[in-house]
């Protein structure tokens, strides 16, 4: 669920913020008796994308990615993490690129593993918008990976 | 099923069923262009899957860079090695499920290493990535008995050292990403439990399976009697672990192999002759592998994959006899496996 926030872009300071959120809404759910979550990861990833977002509409303010890995910098430059390094920032600045929509089913999708259909359920969009927005943000990402990997 | 039933496919879209999982049109597999821009994307979906973990969790993980700017030791690894379950609510104060998050500032699982209870490609022996066909090239090797539990093990001191390298590799070249990426200050809570173990190489592969105290052989393995989780350790990796955590098991043949432009990995493509999980799925799989594997893959190989969840290339490649004694226990282990969350 970090994981989920981070790739929103919710800086670290706030992301026990995110999960508390996370956690609140689902003892909710327990307390107006609603059943639990078929998928409570699902559910969770779907919950904490939305905080992520409406986190950036109140703070008109979004951590970008790429700056906070570029700068963790290693003591000494290491060889072996040199492709990864090139391609794990290569996705993070491509995420910065995106609009918030397509970088929310980009997570959903393709971190938290959420089929189509149950990203558009839990989104309540149709499934089509789903499928839009993903082909959109991976035609962004592939660009980047490809610039990464032929660097 | 008639073509005549389907909706005509988009010849230049092959990237919406990479994306969306859905099944390619029969009217495009005709299309050679097509199907190698299809695993293509496939081949890149992979890959930002697994970049996406790196990133997701490392910032997670990792607040501002500490005062000193010093970065914690090399060769600390993550407890357990296993993603945190994606999602997952901790309780409160602390992190998700077994071998997730350490407390704030510390280097997450890089869920990258193979699950703790997999195995590494069979039948490879020698340095690491090596990955030689059990059986089929090469002096013959006994297919691996299973203990009486139904837990694999591994035919012989070839394999363990297999495994060893395999892990080796595939932990040598991810952590090398996650520690330019930053890992925490707090490396210290790495250094408790597994992350001890873990940290001594790659050990935790062949240790973590359930039993290892009891089965034969279990000495052999480095580092099984230091594990301070003994007993309790064993019994969360296990082959239905394995396979709950898997997200794709698969047989095949060997279509193609491509290698890619950084000339650090190849591009393999599968022609699935059975799915174990998921139950179906595409005709062709596509993935990538570390060149450094030897031997690599060749055209018309008959394999058995197993790619965990968040990882873009497989931690099992099974071939000859392996493939059988791989396919029992992966058999025996699902219907457990499908109540179990990862």
């Known amino acids: ?151 | 099923m008639t073509v005549a039933h389907e909706k005509p496919y988009d010849p230049v879209d092959a990237l919406t069923p990479a994306v969306t999982g859905e099944p390619v049109p029969e009217a495009a597999r005709a299309d050679e262009r097509f199907m190698a821009e299809y695993a293509a994307a496939v081949a890149d979906v992979e890959v930002l899957r697994a970049q996406l973990r790196i990133v997701g969790e490392t910032l997670a993980a990792c607040g501002p860079l500490p005062p000193s700017g010093q970065l914690p030791p090399s060769g600390s690894l993550p407890p357990s090695g296993q993603l945190p379950p994606s999602g997952s609510l901790p309780p409160s104060g602390q992190l998700p499920l077994s071998g997730a998050l350490p407390p704030s500032g510390s280097l997450p699982p890089s869920g990258s290493l193979p699950p703790s209870g997999s195995r590494g490609p069979a039948g490879s022996r020698g340095p690491a990535g090596s990955r030689g066909p059990a059986g089929a090239r090469g002096p013959a090797r006994p297919s691996g008995p299973t203990h009486p539990s139904g837990t694999p093990r591994p035919p012989g001191a070839a394999r363990r050292r297999a495994v060893l390298g395999l892990a080796a590799v595939l932990g040598a070249g991810l952590l090398g990403g996650l520690f330019w990426l930053g890992a925490g200050s707090s490396t210290g809570d790495l250094d408790s439990g597994a992350g001890a173990d873990a940290a001594k190489g790659a050990p935790s592969l062949t240790d973590d399976r359930p039993g290892s105290d009891e089965r034969p052989g279990a000495e052999d393995r480095p580092g099984a009697e230091d594990r301070p989780e003994g007993a309790a350790e064993d019994a969360k990796k296990s082959p239905e672990r394995y396979v709950a955590c898997a997200r794709l098991i698969v047989e095949g043949t060997v279509q193609s192999v491509e290698p890619l432009p950084e000339g650090t990995k190849d591009r393999i493509t599968l022609d699935v002759s059975r799915y174990h999980k998921p139950a179906k799925g595409q005709k062709q799989v596509t993935f990538v592998m570390d060149v450094s594997a030897d031997p690599r893959p060749r055209t018309g190989d008959r394999v058995l994959i197993g790619i965990p969840e968040g990882q873009a290339s497989p931690d099992i490649w099974s071939t000859g006899g392996q493939r059988a004694a791989d396919r029992a226990w992966i058999e025996k282990a699902l219907p457990r496996a499908r109540g179990m969350t990862c």
């Open chain 1, 1 to 151: 669920m970090r994981a989920v926030l981070s790739l929103g872009g919710v800086p670290h300071g706030e992301l026990q913020d995110g999960v508390q959120h996370v956690r609140l809404r689902l003892l909710e759910r327990a307390a107006r008796g609603q059943e639990a979550p078929r998928e409570v990861s699902a559910w969770a990833a779907v919950v904490a994308s939305n905080w992520a977002m409406d986190y950036h509409r109140a703070r008109r303010r979004q951590e970008r990615l790429g700056e906070r890995l570029a700068a963790l910098h290693p003591a000494e430059p290491q060889e072996d993490g040199a492709e990864s390094r090139v391609l794990s920032l290569a996705v993070a600045q491509g995420l910065d690129e995106l609009p918030d929509s397509q970088r929310q089913v980009v997570v959903l999708r393709f971190y938290a593993d959420l089929p189509v259909r149950d990203i558009a359920d839990e989104l309540g969009i149709p499934e089509g918008t789903v499928k839009s927005r993903l082909h959109a943000a991976v035609r962004v990402l592939r660009t980047r990976l490809h610039e990464g990997e032929v660097r």
